[in-house]
């Protein structure tokens, strides 16, 4: 997934941070929110419910922060059995559905505002649910630079991998990880962007034919 028409001549950029089950790494927030830079927060029910001092903070900075939806439980939307990294998998089309649309009468209940995008829990999807869920209304929120890896990585690896994308590139970190040098470096990487003149640009306020799949 890549923005369809970044500006010519310019770093254009959309930044998406996961907060899958787990905590809120506050420190990448309030550096987003001391540089102004706006980015599209993807939240699961299970976040939400855990964290509501964490989803209170997003909703402080409307100006700043999209909530989109990742699901109501965070299972990934894969059918079959098993589990997919460690996770429990939907299993059939009508868990997929119950997962997306439950998550988004979640996100719509706690902000008073419906989400668009959805992003599959470990971001991997049956390719057969997805026309499915574009028939529920939304948008895949695929991405086409991994900063973090699954907020395992370093933070030098993490602050160089996002520091060098390009003009288009929808980024993917994770916000749910505080105890991890990850979050370090998201926050040296979009801040050596900024450095370079980039612009943020969030989901929820582009179309989808502001997008393009590869």
């Known amino acids: 997934m890549r923005l369809a028409a970044p500006p010519p001549g310019q770093l254009a950029v959309a930044l998406t941070l996961d907060a899958c089950p787990g905590s809120f790494d506050q420190r990448i927030a309030?550096?987003?929110v001391e540089s102004s830079i706006p980015a599209t927060i993807f939240v699961s029910d299970a976040w939400m419910t855990r964290n509501p001092a964490a989803l209170a903070f997003l909703l402080a900075?409307?100006?700043?922060?999209?909530l989109e939806?990742?699901?109501a439980r965070h299972i990934p939307p894969i059918l079959g059995g098993g589990n997919f990294f460690g996770i429990p998998v939907a299993g059939n089309l009508a868990a997929v559905q119950r997962e997306v649309t439950e998550g988004a009468s979640d996100?719509?209940?706690a902000t008073g505002a419906a989400p668009r995008w959805y992003r599959a829990a470990a971001g991997f999807y049956t390719p057969s649910v997805i026309p499915e869920i574009?028939?529920?209304?939304?948008g895949i929120g695929g991405y086409s630079l991994n900063g973090d890896i699954g907020a395992s990585l370093p933070a030098d690896s993490v602050a160089?991998?996002?520091a060098n994308a390009v003009s288009g590139d929808v980024i993917v970190a994770h916000i749910n990880q505080p105890y991890r040098s990850s979050g370090l470096g998201v926050i040296a990487g979009i801040r050596q962007l900024q450095a370079r003149g980039a612009s943020f640009l969030r989901l929820d306020r582009l179309t989808n034919a502001d997008i393009?799949?590869?």
């Open 69 to 71: 939806n990742h699901g």
């Open 160 to 162: 160089r991998r996002i």
């Open 30 to 32: 309030t550096a987003l």
């Open 212 to 214: 393009i799949y590869a």
């Open 107 to 109: 996100i719509l209940a």
């Open 134 to 138: 574009q028939q529920l209304g939304f």
């Open 61 to 66: 900075h409307p100006d700043l922060f999209g």
